[in-house]
C-alpha cells in the first residue's frame, strides 16, 4: 500500500493533478493517491488511516497534516473519540485478557500518537471532552503493564504542564495589557519635558533588537498550529455540522502576536512624534533605523517590518523638516528589501536565506528565522480561499492540506528556537508597556511639532484641537 511521506522529508508538492488512482486495499476505501501520496480521500478513510494497528504506524506528516486539517471538518473533541473507538473496538483493546500479547504490541503505537497529538496540538485539551476521551483509552492502555501506566502518567504530567504554563501565559499578557493602560494615562497627565523616551532606556540599537527578538520569539511559541485553521475555518456547503469553532475563542495566541506588531509600529510612530525638538526626533529616527537593521541581521523580519511600518505612518512620514536632518541611506535599503512589489519578492529571498542559515546553523542565534507574520497569515489566507476544503465527489481534497501543513509546519520549527540573548528586564518592560499614542493623538503631535501645510492639514488639526477641548 502507498504510504505518506517521512516528517523529516519534504511535504508533497501542492500541484494538483488529476490523474489518481484508488487504493487496492479494501480497508481503505475511499483514499486516493498520487506518486504515493494520499491526495484525497473520505473523512473516515482518513482518519481510519491516523490510527495505529500491530502491523502500521502512520508517518509523523500525516499525522501533523490530519490532525491540523480535520478541525475544518470536525471538532478536535469528535476525532478523539473517533480515534478511541477504533483503537478499542477494531484493535480489541475492550478485552485486554482476551490478548496480551496484541496489547503489548499496539499500546507502544497508540501512546506514541497520543504523545504526538498532546506535543503539538496541546491547546485541544483544554476541553474537558477530549480530557475524558485521552482517560478513558489511555486507562485502558495501562491495565494491561506497569510500564505503560509509568507512560501514560509521563504523557498526562506533560500535558498538564503545558497547559498550565499557556494560562500563566495569560495571565502574565493580561497584566501587560493593564499596565499600559495605566501608563497611558499618566502620560497624559505629565509634561513633555519629564516624559522618558527609549534613548533614555537603551541607546544601544543591537540591544534593542535583541529584546525585541525576545518578545517576538516568546509570542511565536505560544501560538498553537491549529490557529492558522480556526482563524479561517467557515462553513462549507458539504459539511452538514454547524462550524466546529463557534463556541469559543479561536486563535487568541495568533491574535495577539498581531496585536503586538501593531503595537510596535505605534511604539515607534509615538517615540518619534512626542519628541520635541526637531534634532531629537531625527536622532529617534535614525535609532530605529539602526534597530531595524539589526533585526534585519538577525533574522527578525517580523519586528524589521514593524518598525518601517512605524515610520511609514502618516504623522511620521509627513515631518519633513525632520526628515530632512535623517541620513536615509539605510532606510532606502531597509525599504527596498521589504518592498511590497511581486508579491514581497525581495523579503521573500531574504527569508529563503534565513531559512537556509537557520539549516545549517552551529549556534543559536542563526536559527533565528522570525518571518513577517502578517504576511504568512495573507498566504495562508489565499490558499485557503484559492483551495476548496472538498472536491465535488465529496471527499477532502487532501493536497490543499498538505499545502496548509507544509507551510505551518515551517514556523512550528522556527519558534522553537530558544533566544540566545540576555534579557534585559528593563527594555523589555519599556517596549511592552510604554505607552502609546492613538492615531489621532499621533496626528496632533505630528502637527504640534511640524505644522499643517495646506488647507486639509490644517482643517484635520482644528478637527483634533477641537475634539481634544470637548474631552476636557
Known amino acids: 500500500m502507498p504510504q505518506t511521506p517521512p516528517f523529516t522529508g519534504v511535504f508533497p508538492n501542492n500541484a494538483y493533478n488529476k490523474n489518481l488512482y484508488q487504493t487496492k486495499e479494501e480497508n481503505y476505501g475511499g483514499l486516493y493517491y498520487h506518486d504515493n501520496t494520499i491526495v484525497s480521500g473520505s473523512l473516515e478513510a482518513l482518519i481510519q488511516h491516523l490510527v495505529p494497528t500491530v502491523d502500521y504506524y502512520p508517518d509523523r506528516t500525516y499525522i501533523f497534516t490530519l490532525l491540523l486539517s480535520s478541525r475544518v471538518f470536525i471538532h478536535p473533541y469528535e476525532l478523539m473519540s473517533k480515534v478511541c473507538h477504533l483503537c478499542v473496538e477494531h484493535q480489541r483493546l475492550s478485552d485486554p485478557q482476551a490478548d496480551k500479547m ?92 519629564v516624559q522618558r523616551d527609549i534613548l533614555s532606556i537603551c541607546s544601544d540599537p543591537f540591544t534593542v533588537a535583541q529584546q525585541l527578538t525576545h518578545i517576538e520569539l516568546e509570542r511565536l511559541s505560544y501560538i498553537g498550529p491549529e490557529e492558522f485553521v480556526q482563524a479561517f475555518a467557515q462553513k462549507s456547503p458539504l459539511d452538514n455540522d454547524k462550524n466546529c469553532f463557534s463556541d469559543h475563542k479561536k486563535a487568541s495566541n495568533l491574535e495577539a502576536y498581531v496585536a503586538w506588531f501593531n503595537r510596535l509600529s505605534y511604539l515607534v510612530a509615538t517615540e518619534i512624534c512626542m519628541a520635541v525638538k526637531k534634532k531629537h526626533r531625527a536622532r529617534v529616527i535614525e535609532f530605529f533605523i539602526d534597530v531595524a537593521r539589526e533585526c534585519f541581521n538577525i533574522g527578525n523580519f517580523n519586528s524589521l517590518m514593524a518598525i518601517i511600518s512605524g515610520m511609514n505612518m502618516s504623522p511620521v512620514s509627513r515631518l519633513k523638516k525632520t526628515w530632512g536632518k535623517v ?45 513577517f507574520f502578517s504576511l504568512m497569515i495573507k498566504d495562508i489566507y489565499f490558499l485557503n480561499e484559492g483551495c476548496s476544503n472538498r472536491l465535488p465527489n465529496g471527499h477532502v481534497n487532501f493536497e490543499k492540506f498538505w499545502e496548509l501543513a507544509r507551510q505551518v509546519s515551517e514556523l512550528m520549527t522556527w519558534k522553537k528556537v530558544e533566544c540566545p540573548f540576555e534579557k534585559d528586564r528593563k527594555i523589555l518592560q519599556y517596549l511592552l508597556t510604554a505607552p502609546v499614542f492613538s492615531e489621532d493623538a499621533l496626528c496632533l503631535a505630528s502637527y504640534e511639532s511640524e505644522g499643517p501645510e495646506n488647507n486639509m492639514e490644517k482643517d484635520r488639526w482644528k478637527s483634533l484641537r477641537s475634539s481634544l477641548l470637548n474631552r476636557v
Do not use: C
Open 102 to 193: 496484541r496489547l503489548r504490541k499496539i499500546a507502544p503505537k497508540v501512546l506514541q500518537l497520543i504523545t504526538e497529538w498532546t506535543d503539538t496540538f496541546p491547546y485541544d485539551f483544554r476541553d474537558e471532552r477530549m480530557m475524558r476521551s485521552l482517560k478513558e483509552l489511555t486507562q485502558r492502555l495501562a491495565s494491561g503493564d506497569e510500564l505503560y501506566r509509568k507512560a501514560v502518567q509521563q504523557v498526562t504530567q506533560g500535558l498538564i504542564r503545558k497547559l498550565t504554563t499557556l494560562s500563566q501565559y495569560e495571565e502574565a499578557l493580561a497584566k501587560i495589557s493593564a499596565t499600559a493602560t495605566d501608563r497611558l494615562a499618566v502620560l497624559k497627565a505629565k509634561p513633555q519635558s
Open 327 to 371: 541620513k536615509t541611506a539605510k532606510f532606502d535599503i531597509l525599504e527596498h528589501q521589504m518592498d511590497p512589489s511581486s508579491n514581497f519578492y525581495n523579503y521573500r529571498t531574504a527569508l529563503r536565506g534565513a531559512t537556509q542559515r537557520s539549516i545549517t546553523a552551529h549556534s543559536s542565534r542563526e536559527k533565528i528565522v522570525i518571518p
